[in-house]
């Protein structure tokens, strides 16, 4: 089989060694969201003044200000100049064309800025000089966003200049390592389908689902294959990234050790990764069945679930349940469902026995055949539409519409001072995640989480929500027995994994109440779950599912000094901190 890498996706390191195949990538494969809509792309050395009409309206000075802030419109020259001389390979999106809807928007509405502008990179050489204008220009804020899944306003979104990642979009197995380079712009659902036709598999995410490989990876990757492998993070083996004074460098075990040390787990503290090389699995048949309960069985299915907890020690299976509460038309729904996996055919001892005697659901079973490869990319393609713990897009009441502002009286920045209440949002609702970390589950704390999920659905209708879901996600003991050395603290004998709360609502005036709820239901659980046994100080919080005011002490724990140090040495003038995220300081 023969395949080619993207041009202009990223760059291929003639040091990487072995027969190579590139899969879903540039002109023949994937294109970049933005690839054809030149209407929207402005060369032109002047800012654009053309909605400023100050006879007539209100914001008119405060607008003139806007455009006319000086290091922000050098910025935006240089930035068309770079990608005017790389003929389209790399995208300046101007505000409010459908490009530029693509590259800012985000899962939800209430993590989508509106930015000043978009730019999408599309090779490294391109970022680098990109990364040369913020050093430059150090006033200017920005964001890199690669799947858009985060739902802390601001952490991968921006009312600067906002980076799309989606051109780095290569995806590169090397059948002599067994390992796969990813593009840093690759969601799951398209590495997942890729990599299932070498019959290989990675330590991803739990659900594809439009999530981006980045944002995950970055902050430690927990997946339904960490029993068996570890985190996410544990399975790196190679990053490229671009430094935030324009070089780029490889950073693994054996080069640049200590950044291979922080961007594991580090999040976007040290620069812009561009791709991320990661170890590969058999992918043999698996199994893997999705059951619903009516909440009157909830005493039954929780028996059930501490049972398989006690009972199954087999590192192939793993379950995620959850309490999930609707409102839908008004109307509220409850249930429980049970996420099955097993890593193979079932084993005659059925580690999921229990559970399935208490549904009537259709068990989903893919058996060994002639096109296993086929079947099991379409088993994975169906996987993201029925295992999301994030979002069920059918509960979405209307879809997002999308205010016309180009061209119009509407000016940018009255826009962006009053936004409407969907536009670049993907989905039009509101959302946050919340976790309490926790080593195992007891009955005791599941019959909290019991009551705290009934409480958020008391208020759903009140307040305007659309659902509230926490999840059951248990580990077993060994899971971190084949845990690296990494930013984020995971260590053999301290297993730990996150209690998700997600709670998702409508209108920005009810913000408050479900991030306050969110906070007083986290706590409660806390409390039973220390009473427990099962949380304690030591555990750090997880990143990639914290509310945004979570301490960055509270996640890294004893490893921040050591982080402190090493950001100071590749960011000394703090660029990364004009993004989001949690933030390492350069000193303490």
Known sequence: MTLHLADGAGSHDPADSGNTCACSMGKTGKHSIAQGIHASIDYNDEPDHSDNHSDKDPDANYDTD????????????????????SKHVSQFLRFGGAGYNLSVSHQFESSSEVARCAVQPGNIDDLK???KVFMTYDKVKFA??????????????????????????????NSKTQNLRIGAGCLFDEVYKEIAQYKRNIVGGATAAGVGVAGWLLGGGYSLLTNQHGLGIDNLVEVQVVLCNGESVRASAERNSDLFFAIRGGGNN???????????????????????FPIDKATKVKEAIINFIDKCKDKKAAIVGAYRHFCIRGEREDKITVDLFYDGPLPSDNPFEELLELSDDKWIHHEDHD???????????????????????????????????????LSLQTYAKNPPKSGVGEENVRARWGTVMVSHFTPKLLDEIDVQSKLAASKLKEYEGKTAVIDIWPFLPSMFDTSTSTAWPHEKGRPNGPLLACFQWEGENNDSFWIGMMKQILQSIQKVAEAEGCTNDKLPKYCNTSLSDTPVQDIYKEHLPKLIAIRAKYDPNNMMGRTGGFRIPLAL
């Open 66 to 85: 806007f455009w006319s802030e000086e290091e922000y419109v050098e910025a935006t020259k240089e930035m068309q100049k770079i990608c005017k001389n």
């Open 129 to 131: 000089k990109i990364m």
């Open 270 to 292: 040290f620069g812009i990764v561009t791709s991320f090389t990661v170890k590969t699995y058999p992918l043999g048949p698996i199994y893997r069945n999705m059951l619903t």
């Open 144 to 173: 890199v966003k690669g799947g858009g899944h985060s739902t802390n306003p601001g952490f991968s979104s921006t009312t600067g200049i906002q980076i799309s990642m989606a051109n780095f979009n290569e995806l590169e197995y």
């Open 371 to 409: 096109e296993a490869d086929k079947k099991l990319a379409e088993n994975f393609a169906f996987m993201d539409q029925l295992f999301s713990h994030i979002h069920d897009p059918s509960r979405i009441s209307a879809p997002p519409s999308h205010r016309q502002v180009d061209g119009s009286q």
